[in-house]
């Protein structure tokens, strides 16, 4: 039996068209918008001016404080202007842009295609590393790499795991990173464990990308401590908590970290930047990002500049349809839908989905029949219709006893419903009013 | 660039299941037991089931158009399986205006003074069913016993059930070896060879659906299995006290409603609990109050009452008896 997360789970249609496209370079775009709060945590400072020159992989923008990070300019040129943006989430931020000439590195990356296995730094400095090379998990969650790796004194990390689930439909991305990149990933990972003091680390895949897991597999007897572990095919393996309950079968209780059963989640994806930041010098200036959809022409899977706008990708896969209804950045059940095709690609960016007008629509909402089936969709055993009815009705502190808090936004419920029902939107408004509540009561 | 994008919350897509699919599927689950019950009772299955079936919908419809005055929802199928179950839990041989009485109760009342789908504590069927028990006992408890297709609807020879028979067998002074003879086998009962209501009697024919309902996802194990589970050793322990006093666990679950019950009315989606601990808690409350009330209570057959008691407990269950969440009192050893 393959191993997984004990209850609830979703299994929508896994749409992995670009699963056989190998990682194709995307040409260095025209220009680029790099905006400064690209993680979770507190935006960078600029540090470039109007009219400024840059090269690629420099630093444009400085961490500030302990969760933030260092972000590299993408392309070589001009700072056009520092300006602001909308992004992915919909909101304005700042952000640099920059007007491509030529691409001229800093020297201290090394470009060569050599794979350097040989580990020279300690654990600290490695850890340093990431952090001035701007990297963040690439999984989604864009939380600074260096932060995780830092255990607070008093917590004990004895496993890392590394997340090669990639559980939302249409994405290929970490999974052809994984095929291609193997011995960079499985090099990424030694890095790792090596920044955390850990001897064991094991890598869960789903079992629908048989040829990864054979491939690592076949490779790791060369990685001292790697493990790789097929996993049952069901959303949302790849929320931390799950994976980690499937992999060692050990409980993160609510509210808590990863690190308080003792073990780190990290990507594949965020594995392979490490390698290219420790061995390589290279900050993190560009991503792998799968373009899907069913009416493309040309769906693939891009190796892509930060910053390069949602249009450039769109036109490299054949352009947009005529029926596209809606793009979404990331997954179909987490992803974020956008408005326009301009909004840059950043650290979080690990696909664009265009759904044709048809499926972007909701269906009607009708009455609640009791079924019970978002309850059980819910990898955490929330009752998502109660948590919607309290939210609708204001009743925070209620929602705040029913663990409303816990809900991790996976959209198992809202997928479920068979009446169509827009739980996880009213389960944020709960959350977000509760967080809140519990913010206020701290303070006094 | 042309499109209009369409910007919602994640998420961006939807398992497909709808209200409609789920209640239709329930209807594919009941017709093995409607297939059976016209071959054992004749037009007079087709009769009752036709009327109980049309005049819920009509009654629903009505409501919905004169009284609500809000968007007609009788295709959602709920109204459909209602009139289904609350024909099979009737005798073949009713009067249509009983039928009809009883589908005013089950919706109008019991369905439609709460709101509606979704709100009503009591199954409307079974609200349907005890009101017309009360209120026509007479002909709610005369049964025919199959006599094949041709039956005709008001002609059928009536006889008492499995269950009445052992009821006034026990009350005489009989005891169950001397009972035993004049009951139908294990086999007939179990393919449905007895008198009862239209739906109740093939147990295999309600089998089918149960495996259906299962394979479909409609339903979870947990109320249908609670419910025969606890009938099942609650029997074999009363049994095994007195064989001569106390029917086999065998024949209580083949007999009378509750494979009908456990299957399909004990859950229904609206009335029964939301989580696998309180379904099993329900369950094993109807197996206890059916078996109550079969050997010890005035009816011979309880598992309709039983169904609408533990109904009661519902809301109640929902609000305190909570699935343990992940992440909740963890030990990790
Ligand atoms: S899945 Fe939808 S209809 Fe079913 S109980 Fe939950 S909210 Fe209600
Ligand atoms: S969105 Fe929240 S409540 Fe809904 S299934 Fe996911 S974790 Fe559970």
Redesign the pocket.
């Known amino acids: 039996m393959l191993k997984t997360f004990p209850t609830g789970g979703v299994h929508p249609p896994e749409n992995k068209l670009t699963a056989d496209a190998t990682i194709e370079c995307l040409p260095v775009p025209q220009g680029v918008a790099i905006p400064v709060l690209q993680h979770i945590g507190s935006p960078s400072v600029v540090v470039v001016n109007k009219g400024d020159y840059v090269k690629t992989g420099q630093v444009i923008a400085q961490s500030k404080g302990f969760v933030s990070t260092n972000i590299h300019s993408s392309v070589s040129g001009k700072v056009n202007r520092i300006d602001s943006i909308i992004d992915a989430t919909g909101y304005k931020q700042t952000a640099v842009f920059i007007e491509t000439e030529g691409d001229e590195w800093i020297d201290t990356i090394k470009r060569d295609k050599d794979i350097i296995t040989e580990i020279k730094l300690s654990s600290d400095e490695i850890i340093r590393k990431c952090l001035e090379s701007g990297i963040v998990g690439l999984g989604g969650a864009t939380f600074p790499t260096h932060v995780k790796l830092t255990v607070p004194s008093g917590k004990k990390c004895d496993i890392l795991l590394v997340n090669g689930v990639e559980c939302e439909p249409y994405l290929t991305a970490d999974h052809r990173l994984m095929l291609e990149k193997g011995e960079e990933i499985l090099t990424g990972v030694e890095l790792l464990m090596k920044a955390l003091n850990v001897e064991r680390a094991m890598i869960g895949i789903e079992a629908n990308k048989q040829d990864a897991v054979s491939h690592l597999t076949r490779l790791a007897p060369l990685f001292p401590g790697i493990s790789v572990h097929a996993l049952k095919v069901k959303y949302p393996q790849g929320a931390e908590k799950q994976l980690i309950k499937a992999l060692i079968n050990r409980e993160v209780p609510s509210g808590r970290l990863p690190l308080d059963v003792g073990t780190v989640v990290q990507n594949v994806g965020t594995a392979f930047a490490v390698y290219e930041a420790v061995q390589k010098n290279k900050p993190l200036i560009e991503r792998v990002v799968t373009v899907t959809g069913r009416s493309l022409s040309k769906p693939g899977n891009y190796l892509v500049r930060i910053g390069t706008p949602v249009a450039r990708l769109i036109e490299a896969s054949g352009g947009l349809p005529e029926d596209t209804g809606k793009i979404i950045l990331g997954g179909p059940l987490m992803g974020k839908a956008i408005s326009n095709t301009e909004v840059p690609v950043t650290k979080g960016t690990s696909g664009i989905v265009l759904l044709p007008g048809n499926e972007s629509g909701r269906m009607e909402i009708s009455r ?8 059980e969709a819910c990898a955490l055993n929330l009752e ?2 109660l948590l ?1 009815t309290l939210s609708e009705k204001g009743l925070f502190e209620r929602a705040e006893r029913e663990r409303i808090t816990d809900c991790m936004e996976c959209g198992s ?1 809202s997928y ?4 169509g ?1 827009p ?1 996880l939107d009213y389960i944020r408004l709960g959350k977000t009013t509760v967080m809140k509540m519990v913010r206020e009561r701290a303070m006094k | 660039m042309n499109n209009i994008l369409t910007v919602s919350p994640s998420p961006h897509a939807h398992g497909k299941e709808t ?1 409609q699919k789920l209640m239709f599927g329930v209807v594919i689950a009941l017709l093995p037991a409607l297939f059976s019950s016209i071959f054992y009772f004749g037009y007079g299955a087709v009769i009752v089931t036709v009327s109980s079936v049309l005049s819920c919908l009509i009654f629903e419809f009505l409501i919905q158009r004169f009284i609500f005055r809000k968007p007609i929802t009788i295709t959602d199928g709920s109204a459909l399986v209602t009139g289904l179950l609350l024909a099979f839990n009737v005798p073949s041989n009713l009067p249509v205006f009983i039928v009809v009485i009883g589908s005013f109760v089950a919706i109008a009342i019991a369905k439609m003074t709460f709101g509606g789908l979704g709100n009503n504590p009591f199954n409307p069927a079974l609200v349907g069913r005890v009101f017309m028990l009360i209120s026509f006992p007479v002909q709610m408890t005369s049964w025919p016993v199959p006599a094949g297709l041709n039956t005709g609807y008001t002609d059928a020879v009536t006889g008492a059930t499995p269950l009445a028979i052992i009821k006034e067998g026990l009350k005489n002074g009989e005891s169950l070896s001397q009972l035993v003879t004049q009951i139908p086998t294990p086999a007939q009962m179990f393919l449905g060879n007895m008198g009862g209501s239209l739906g109740e009697v093939a147990a295999a024919a309600l089998l089918i659906g149960f495996v259906f309902l299962l394979i479909r996802r409609i339903i979870t194990w947990h109320i249908p299995v609670s419910v025969l589970g606890s009938i099942f050793i609650f029997t074999l322990i009363l049994w095994l006290i007195n064989p001569e006093k106390y029917a086999d666990p065998l024949f209580h679950l083949l007999a009378g409603g509750v494979l009908l019950g456990a299957i399909f009315m004990a859950t229904d989606y609206v009335t029964s609990p ?1 989580n696998p601990k309180s379904m099993l808690i329900y369950g094993i409350g109807i197996g206890i109050i059916t078996v109550i009330i079969r050997v010890w209570g005035a009816y011979p057959e309880g598992v309709s009452f039983a169904i609408l008691i533990m109904n009661a407990f519902v809301p109640l269950m929902n609000a305190y008896i909570k699935p343990k969440r992940f992440g909740e009192e963890v030990k990790n050893g």
């Open positions: 609640c029949i009791r079924c019970a089936k978002c309850i998502a219709y919607m419920c479920t419903c068979p009446a029902r739980l | 209200t939301m």
